[in-house]
């Protein structure tokens, strides 16, 4: 969260409002339905407030604070979500953090903070392209094509 979702570090008193580029990616990718969760480096305490205060907390279906490694609390967290490892992104400001979880979890995505910007445009992070139909609507009505 610190110099990622906002700038600064919480448990220091440094950080700072939120920073629009992280928040707009954060809502852009929650409408494509992916799902958020927090894995921080902290006190549960401060960092929790923080996203209360800026209405974030639901916005994320796991959060996870404290001192240990971050590839622990990523694993945890796709455990309690169902979530395989290879379905998830770890976007972290701090190089050393982004590479402890690519080298303990190598099937998960790691990401730089300041790329957070185009996160939305890359392809992982868009709806798979099929050709398959669109499934049967609730009211009984399969799609016909015009052709």
Same mark, same amino acid.
């Given at each position: 969260?610190?110099?990622?979702?906002?700038?600064?570090?919480?448990?220091?008193?440094?950080?700072? *409002? #939120?920073?629009?580029?992280?928040?707009?990616?954060?809502?852009? $990718?929650? @409408?494509?339905? +992916?799902? !958020? &969760?927090?894995?921080?480096?902290?006190?549960?305490?401060?960092?929790?407030?923080?996203?209360?205060?800026?209405?974030?907390?639901?916005?994320?279906?796991?959060?996870?604070?404290?001192?240990?490694?971050?590839?622990?609390?990523?694993?945890?967290?796709?455990?309690?979500?169902?979530? *395989? #490892?290879?379905?998830?992104?770890?976007?972290?400001?701090?190089? $050393?953090? @982004?590479?402890? +979880?690519? !080298? &303990?979890?190598?099937?998960?995505?790691?990401?730089?903070?300041?790329?957070?910007?185009?996160?939305?445009?890359?392809?992982?992070?868009?709806?798979?392209?099929?050709?398959?139909?669109?499934?049967?609507?609730?009211?009984?009505?399969?799609?016909?094509?015009?052709?």
């Amino acid at each position: 969260m610190d110099n990622t979702l906002w700038d600064g570090v919480v448990c220091d008193s440094t950080s700072g *409002p #939120l920073r629009p580029d992280a928040l707009r990616a954060l809502r852009t $990718l929650a @409408r494509r339905g +992916v799902i !958020h &969760a927090v894995a921080s480096r902290g006190e549960w305490d401060w960092t929790t407030d923080k996203l209360h205060r800026h209405g974030l907390h639901a916005a994320f279906s796991a959060v996870e604070v404290g001192w240990g490694r971050k590839s622990a609390a990523i694993e945890r967290i796709a455990d309690r979500l169902r979530i *395989p #490892l290879d379905a998830v992104g770890y976007i972290d400001a701090e190089p $050393l953090e @982004r590479s402890e +979880v690519a !080298h &303990a979890l190598p099937r998960v995505r790691c990401y730089a903070a300041r790329h957070v910007d185009v996160l939305t445009a890359l392809q992982e992070f868009r709806a798979p392209v099929t050709n398959a139909p669109p499934p049967t609507s609730p009211m009984g009505f399969a799609h016909i094509s015009a052709q």
